[in-house]
T-cell receptor
């Protein structure tokens, strides 16, 4: 079945540093999504990407939909303590019956030291 | 927009009892909602797809008689964990995709329900 390989699994960084994480797959996706999950809460959508090559920003966050449609990355610039959390990538692909299937990566745990 | 509300946020129940979790789309209609389970330090595991007006579709390995899903309206889906056991303790999260949005519009998640079975 389809799988997403998300890396790194965890990151320990200093406040102010930039962060980069990515997801790759052997499958082609129609949509790439990036979510952040705080402890005890549901994931919150950060960025949605719909076209190959698309580069989208949301404040200090920037994400890109890979040209091959098989990968995506998320960058966080000038990290701050509240960036701490788990970041999930998700790829959506057509089921062929009109619906879409969403597949999640394993998550990247980000720790920021003030 | 696209707010999903989940209730309760946490629940503690005794072994053998049943627990109902509600998932509501507050500002949009959703013909389809999704129920996930998340174990500590792990990703989201899709349990089932809730379809308004019809039977839910369960993922392989998920017992449909154990996890009853009802999607009675375009804004409400419920998950009932029947005869709960300690191994059912977990974080349950629902999500939905806006009805009028693109078919590949993103999933929006509720805040999750922490279930503890004693």
């Amino acid at each position: 079945g389809q799988q997403l390989n998300q890396s790194p699994q965890s990151m320990f960084i200093q406040e102010g540093e930039d962060v980069s994480m990515n997801c790759t797959s052997s499958s082609i996706f129609n949509t790439w999504l990036w979510y952040k999950q705080d402890p005890g809460e549901g994931p919150v959508l950060l960025i949605a990407l719909y076209k190959a090559g698309e580069l989208t920003s949301n404040g200090r966050l920037t994400a890109q939909f890979g040209i091959t449609r098989k990968d995506s990355f998320l960058n966080i610039s000038a990290s701050i303590p509240s960036d701490v959390g788990i970041y999930f990538c998700a790829g959506q692909l057509s089921r062929g019956t009109g619906g879409f299937k969403t597949i999640f990566g394993a998550g990247t745990r980000l720790f920021v030291k003030a | 927009g696209a707010v999903v509300s989940q209730h309760p946020s946490w629940v503690i129940c005794k072994s053998g009892t049943s627990v109902k979790i509600e998932c509501r789309s507050l500002d949009f209609q959703a013909t389809t909602m999704f129920w996930y389970r998340q174990f500590p330090k792990q990703s989201l595991m899709l349990m089932a797809t809730s379809n308004e007006g019809s039977k839910a579709t369960y993922e392989q390995g998920v017992e449909k008689d154990k996890f009853l899903i009802n999607h009675a309206s375009l804004t409400l889906s419920t998950l009932t964990v029947t005869s709960a056991h300690p191994e059912d303790s977990s974080f349950y999260i629902c999500s939905a995709r806006a009805l009028l949005g693109q078919n590949n519009s993103p999933l929006h998640f509720g805040n999750g329900t922490r279930l503890t079975v004693t």
